[in-house]
């Protein structure tokens, strides 16, 4: 089953791009925020590199939290689910790192991840943002779900010259070093709420 | 052992489609809910894909509460223990994820889930319905087990056609793309206690 | 080594019936009681399936408490130890459900089991009682250990016809549908202790 | 390493006999008590039905803590620590569960175990005393060890006869049905501290 | 992918020398402080061996808190992530022993860790380092990442002869026996925060 | 990398000897004592033999803390971190028993280890030594090491016949039954700190 970009910009949601013997596809990052205590659940059939990358954007979000303008204390005030659909398809590496990160601080402020936008990059504890593997099916992925622009690591910028033209001509590639370049091209302002 | 529909509209229970190399089955869903501290028991053979399909439709539900009309503490002041019979048949899975939250909001509002009703959906941290496979089997052990309704993903709807005619006419086909479809199809207003 | 029937009504102990690779043979279900916290022990060299079993007929008990005339907080305030003799033959799966239940409630309620009654059956969250595999070599067994009356789920009605004659003429098969009959049978009035 | 019979009478010491591929051998438990929690550390590479027998045990110490003279809550206010000497060699079964009880009611109530006295059976939860294997190879290394009373289970009186002649001769075996005729031959009189 | 030599100087940031069977390589161990109540987490991929090195590190630093300026109580008053990038790849073995300690000590002091220098030995509770394997091709993973200077074991000083002349002259090899050595060398003095 | 005796008479270390399938190796045992809670940390990857080893060794000097003037409730109030060095070696077996019990009695009681002092045995829950394998190779390897004195258990005494006669000349034997003369044999008296 190939994956579609969403239908409207998510607060919570964002798409990931995955890389398995199948070829590429696009990967939904789903997260539940709840008043609770500080547990963290992961689930949808991820290994440890992914869990562990979901580890490292956490702490990378917890100690920005000022820049980023999200409650000091979060992590010990929510309960988050950071869920990976498809539960019966088995997910792991660390490229799925800037997703998690983007969605959770999406959850965490209120701000739409544009719908438009799929990433991938690993992230380490300082927010740098490393290179993956499988550029060029990723990007078929994404252009066959329907995505405008897709973020990925600077470092991946000598791997686009594989990407056939026409599917390169359908996409826009940000190049980014840190996430707070890929917070900025993916996430909208604060959503209000209306009343 | 073939399943069969329950011979009562239940508070708690729902009846789930199961896909196994044996074929088709019913798949019977009980949760017993107690005054308790938040503990989550889940037994019945289930794999991990089965258990986190279960976590997911938990969390969905923690997130709806207040639409779905179920106290907002509920998921620290219940003790939940679901249980899939048959306890020697490996079960596993994330297509039990729509009856799993379906046999859960019914035993928290007190609302009956009609027993003419069968399910199969994956179910995601928003509520989305996901495709499932073994339609066609599922379907077949359906009618045998004397169903009248069942509810799947519309994304499912393209492998109706494998359905021979005879088992399609005795069935109600009913496709969704969101938990709360299911749950309006599925459960009867709650139950008064007579006194 | 053969199993026996117990020389004396007992609290706390039931008669199961379990079947191997090297036919039937009777189970000894033991059950210690303590004040303490709601720890549950289990011990005997038990398989996954048979604790689940456990956990399932434990729960029933909870929800049923008041009917059963047993304390609504006993999961808390007991410390509940089942063990299953012969510590080093492994056992598993579902089928000695009603026999923990049975047992359960016996200690809970200082109602004596009794003794010429030995019983299989795999026990649901609801209660009800699900059919077992190997009657045949169950039934024989029970035999020869000299207990007169053996429970049997009402769906296994149709393997009587495969037991001896000679073995079948010996015993008295009861068959239900729900642990409600089971304890029925199975149960003595509360012992009054003599001071 | 040949076992030898202890030099002295101790407190929570007992001698029990095994059985394995290179024959019989003497089995020294330990046991030590703390002021605690009630923490219990099993360790003398113990597999598990070795360590449930300690569980059963130590419960069936718990429910009879009155007659046997031990505080009621002994079990939350020690930390028990009960160790099997020779860590390298892998030890199971449950024919050490009448020592490790013996033991355990000698380091509680302060009676020493009679140092000529070796024992072998599987206890259970009411104090029980079940048949073990390799009674013939078990009664030769008492036999070396220069132990001179071994208490077997009742059920083990047909293996008797396997014994050689000599051997038989120079032990008195005490055949048993219940842990209180154990406790009753291998315990001293509590002794009295000098001050 | 070639590791490269950091950009600035970091607090809390550190380079380490791996040895695999692909040859040598940079390593970055990150870490980040909370305030929090003493969680230790560690990821990237890490082997028991490098995660028990994480802890002696730990420990050692515990034991000279005072004298290396760090508050007594930062153990359960923080909690301390290590993150080892580059998630996908295993990293295990004992010589990131003292560059986990270098990076741990710079972030509990704010002393920057000098971007020219490399590391590779392991660490014991004393804070001695040992000598490890490797040293001429994790010499050369240096050279090639632009590193200046390397810290090594003093006991490796015999295997200076194997690293290529070129690649010698291109570095400064400090010879250390204690981690004091290591500090002092690889740190630079606190960073005071400009307001 | 073969071992060396200790350059000083340390506090909290004690030297033991191993013997593996590549001969004979010294083994330095390191313990750092924290003011705590009562946390046992263990590492040097350590097999399960050698972990039980520690604890059998922490409870024989809990169970004997008067005796041996360590404060009584030392188990709660210190967290103890016992490391193995070189820790790419894995290492198990109950031989470094009274090693542990030594360096542990070394930092609880502040009084140094002899430097010229090697030592193996296994320990027990009442302090006995029991005998162990290798005696010939870790001789050996004591005394190409620099050690001047080994501490063995008497029923090893047999055993010293198969050292060469170099070996045995350079070497003083203590043969032990009990732990309280390794401890006399091994420790200085208390180390008065100079203000
Ligand atoms: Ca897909
Ligand atoms: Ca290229
Ligand atoms: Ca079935
Ligand atoms: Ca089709
Ligand atoms: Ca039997
Ligand atoms: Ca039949
Ligand atoms: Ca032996
Ligand atoms: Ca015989
Ligand atoms: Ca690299
Ligand atoms: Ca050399
Ligand atoms: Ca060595
Ligand atoms: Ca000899």
Do not use: C, W
């Amino acid at each position: 089953r190939y994956g579609q970009a969403e239908a409207d910009n998510q607060i919570g949601a964002a798409t990931g791009l995955a890389y398995t013997q199948a070829g590429g596809d696009t990967l939904s990052i789903e997260i539940s925020l709840f008043k609770g205590t500080g547990k963290l659940t992961l689930t949808g059939k991820l290994g440890d590199v992914m869990k562990e990358s979901a580890q490292a954007a956490f702490s990378y979000i917890r100690s920005r939290a000022d820049e980023l303008k999200i409650e000091q204390d979060f992590h010990e005030k929510y309960d988050v689910h950071i869920h990976v659909p498809e539960g019966a398809t088995p997910k792991d590496g660390p490229s799925a790192g800037i997703t998690m990160a983007t969605a959770l601080v999406s959850a965490l402020t209120n701000r739409p991840v544009r719908k438009e936008v799929g990433m991938t990059g690993e992230i380490t504890l300082r927010g740098r943002v490393l290179p993956i593997g499988g550029l060029k099916e990723k990007a078929l992925s994404a252009h066959r779900a329907g995505l405008k622009t897709i973020i990925i690591p600077e470092e991946n910028n000598k791997d686009l010259e594989d990407i056939p033209e026409s599917v390169r001509k359908g996409l826009k590639f940000i190049k980014v070093k840190h996430l707070d370049e890929v917070l900025e091209h993916a996430l909208l302002p604060e959503k209000v709420s209306q009343s």
